[in-house]
């Protein structure tokens, strides 16, 4: 006897797209506020606003996905995210726009980008929306090792 997985039902997969599309625009609004607090490292700055760019982009994707479902699409981002924004902003204000601080926030929160995705993809997903979360995931880990990266390399000095 043949065990086959079938995808998961339409309002089910509409919900764990919609929940990637808020990581998404938590991840773009974060890295928007990192650029913000940064005045000195421009090229830090510079990654963080292609970082922005990026997941604007993997949430329009998904919304499109959403369209195609016949479901509504996210709009905007999290609870959660606007608090972590938030945080980010005052420590960035109170350590004078300190890069480090920043890098450290854009890592952690690159962590629970991952999470998500890991939890998404270990759904039952239609095949062509698991080929596309696998692609978003495997640049986000990309994005995630870069901020680890810098953060060991500013725990060096």
Known sequence: MTLTMTSLPTEKVISVLNHLIEIC????????????????????????????????????????EVRALAGTPEQTGTVTGVLHRGWMYMKALVTGGDEDVIIEEC???????????????????????????????????????????????????
């Open 25 to 64: 625009k938590d991840g773009q609004k974060g890295f928007e506020t990192a650029v913000e607090s940064l005045e000195q490292d421009v090229e830090l700055a510079d990654l963080c606003a292609q970082c922005a760019r990026q997941r604007a982009t993997f949430a329009g994707e998904l919304q499109n």
């Open 107 to 157: 890592e952690a929160a690159e962590d629970e980008t991952k999470t998500a995705y890991e939890k998404a993809l270990q759904q039952y997903l239609p095949e062509r929306l698991t080929r596309i979360l696998q692609k978003q995931y495997s640049e986000i880990k990309i994005v995630h090792d870069k901020f680890s990266s810098l953060k060991r390399a500013a725990r060096l000095y």
